[in-house]
């Protein structure tokens, strides 16, 4: 790669690009994505209602009838809740919106485009490391917080640890950056889902919360780029100011009403997911050299000696998982997806023959 045109900023010449390579083995549990793609009869529905579009007139500035629709769904106000192409782009939105000139905190190891985005967008970045068990440093996030101004961001469930907060110390940081008066707060809640559990009371009390959700995850969508955000109106307000008008294009609505209308679908997935994270877990945590992490999302970390080489020996069995090893505070981890139980079969037997030949 050569080097940058002297007229680029200097905050993204000195960015690496998005870690990501796409490997084209079957077994695919890189991307915490749904194992299953979409029925034949839901895809009909989203068929049926792209067809009935106009592609020649603009979408809606704001994608009004979906972001309706995620309110009854959530019981929130729809002047609450914001629709863009992914919860990445809510991130940048948010960063955008209150960290720009001033600060981003998030913790680490933790959900990589939060810091880059800060980066990119010249925040100063402090990343707090996470505690014992990659629990929630809460004094030292306090502390951060303490004298400045900017966006505070939280996963929960935690991502890439997997790990649910404890709610009494999520909700201590998220009251003090409150006090505070400067800092606003992003609960990222991309898996809440698989957790069965999700910060909407909290975030309902606090006008300076945001909860961030994805069709990615659970709903199935990955392929489509949908994410939003719960906020107080007010705020909500704000951050549309942000966003590029027009941004969710017709054929992304279609999708999101469609899975929106068979909530069924979202809970047998979410479902089968929770009992196949167990199973994966507990074979895994049986195998010798494997540190298995404790996960309430659809996905499960786990450390091992020699992360290069068991993620080659995974590939060459087929099977593709990510490794988190260059993550500040993820030493020697890898993070593999629950799939479909045929997938995750696939990969407890390939992990149990890389490991037995492993050094
Ligand atoms: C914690 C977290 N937040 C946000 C995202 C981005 O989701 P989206 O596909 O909606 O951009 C991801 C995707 O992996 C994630 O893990």
Not at 165 to 177: F, G, I, K, N, T
Request: proline share 7%.
């Amino acid at each position: 790669m050569g080097r940058a045109p002297g007229f680029i900023r200097e905050a993204v010449a000195s960015l690496p690009p998005y870690r990501f390579t796409h490997n084209p083995q079957p077994v695919k549990l890189d991307q915490n994505e749904a194992p299953d793609d979409l029925a034949g009869e839901l895809r009909a529905a989203v068929q049926q209602r792209i067809a009935a579009l106009s592609y020649n007139r603009y979408p809606e500035l704001h994608p009004v009838v979906l972001e309706e629709a995620l309110a009854r769904r959530h019981d929130w106000p729809a002047e609450g809740v914001v629709v863009a192409n992914g919860s990445n782009v809510l991130i940048q939105a948010l960063v955008i919106l209150a960290g720009l000139e001033r600060t981003v905190v998030s913790v680490k190891p933790s959900f990589s485009v939060y810091a880059e985005q800060a980066r990119l967008l010249g925040a100063e970045l402090v990343q707090v490391p996470l505690g014992e068990r990659f629990s929630l440093p809460v004094e030292e996030l306090s502390a951060a917080l303490s004298g400045r101004s900017g966006v505070l961001f939280l996963t929960d469930p935690a991502a890439p640890t997997g790990n649910a907060h404890d709610p009494e110390d999520l909700e201590s940081v998220v009251r003090a950056a409150e006090r505070s008066g400067t800092w606003l707060t992003v609960l990222d809640e991309a898996y809440h889902e698989f957790a069965g559990a999700n910060h909407a009371g909290l975030v309902r009390d606090v006008e300076s919360a945001v909860s961030l959700r994805t069709f990615s995850k659970a709903a199935g969508l990955a392929g489509v780029r949908l994410g939003y955000a719960l906020a107080h109106p007010e705020v909500a307000t704000q951050l549309r100011k942000v966003l590029l008008p027009f941004k969710v294009s017709v054929m992304q609505v279609a999708a999101g009403l469609a899975i929106l209308e068979r909530p069924e679908v979202m809970a047998a997935r979410v479902a089968l997911a929770a009992s196949e994270r167990e199973r994966v877990s507990e074979a895994m945590a049986r195998l010798p050299g494997v540190e298995v992490y404790p996960s309430v999302t659809n996905f499960v970390l786990f450390k091992v000696d020699d992360p290069a080489a068991v993620h080659a020996g995974l590939l060459a069995a087929g099977v593709v998982v990510r490794r988190q090893d260059h993550l500040p505070g993820a030493a020697g981890c890898l993070r593999v997806s629950v799939g479909a139980p045929a997938e995750n079969d696939a990969f407890l037997a390939a992990l149990d023959g890389v490991m037995a030949v492993a050094p």
